[in-house]
């Protein structure tokens, strides 16, 4: 599988997402995934399932060393001492040394001005080796370019909602311009592909479904990793499917007059999204 390389980070572009996944059932999930080929893992202080995914990871016999794990901490705890104790605790739980990618989950408020030390911390870790790499979620251009210009964090991913229905391109025009990959999550559009003809056609084109053709459509852009999550044996087969897919320029220009601004993770405390593009 195609791997990104950024910053000390060798991250397999198609990736298995655990949001929601608890209990052995998620332990069993990650080891099925590992047996059939998946080496990038991705969890979350928040998800409440790190021992699980550890579990399924030590019950693997794929080495640790081949596998990217990432984990996030979430943005109530970006203070120094809390951020370094709750990646302590994170590394307790997954049964690791350390983690391969830790990422702020989403940022803090503006009136919660933590940003800076955080991301300070954070280098420190990356420096100590309790992470190989550090990085974002859930951020816009402008905290991106706080992070990256403000503070000179070596910042190598940002991870986003990101799919054929949502524009990304402001996202993506400044991560190349800094040499950061982008992670896409709910790259399947949280269910709501089957609802788009144009996109069914394609798939009938490639004896595919519409959810392997919107994966294929990420992983082809340099760059771009995706963690689509799957539980069941046939959904991470099938995602594993979409790397054998080619699209051609008709099919990427139809998906191009898809919707681009269905937004489906937006909670409360969400930053100020960069304003996305509308299909022509």
């Known amino acids: 599988m195609e791997r990104i390389t950024t910053r000390g980070m060798r ?129 816009p251009v402008a905290l991106m370019r706080a992070a990256v210009e403000e503070v000179g964090a070596p910042i190598a991913c940002n991870q986003v909602e990101y799919h054929v229905l949502l524009d990304q391109s402001a996202v993506l025009d400044y991560a190349r311009a800094h040499d950061i990959a982008v992670i896409a999550y709910s790259p399947l559009a949280q269910g709501r592909l089957a609802d788009y003809p144009d996109l069914a056609a394609i798939a009938r084109k490639h004896g595919a479904t519409p959810s392997q053709i919107a994966l294929a459509w990420l992983l082809e852009q340099p760059g771009i990793a995706a963690i689509p999550k799957a539980q069941r044996a046939e959904s991470q087969r099938a995602n594993l499917g979409a790397l054998s897919i080619r699209l051609d320029d008709e099919d990427r220009a139809t998906i191009a007059l898809l919707p681009k601004d269905e937004r489906f993770v937006s909670p409360s405390f969400a930053p100020r999204w960069d304003a996305p593009r509308r299909a022509a």
């Not at 998800?47 to 060393?65: D, F, Q």
């Not at 901490?73 to 990646?87: G, I, K, T, Y």
């Not at 001005?113 to 951020?139: P, W, Y």
Request: proline share 7%; glycine share 8%; charged share 20%.
């Open 11 to 139: 991250m397999p572009k198609l990736g298995l997402g655990t949001w929601q996944m608890e209990g052995s059932e998620c332990r069993v999930a990650v080891e099925r995934a590992l047996a059939l080929g998946y080496r990038h893992l991705d969890t979350a202080e928040m998800y409440g399932n790190e021992a699980e995914v550890g579990a399924g990871l030590a019950g693997s016999p794929v080495p640790r060393a081949d596998v990217h794990l990432t984990t996030k901490v979430w943005w109530e705890h970006l203070q120094p001492d809390v951020l370094r104790d709750a990646l302590r605790r994170s590394l307790d739980r997954l049964a690791t040394p350390y983690v391969d990618l830790y990422l702020i989950h989403w940022p803090p408020p503006p009136h919660v001005d933590h940003l800076s030390a955080a991301l300070e911390t954070m280098t420190a870790l990356k420096e100590e080796g309790l992470t190989r790499a550090i990085g974002v979620s859930n951020f």
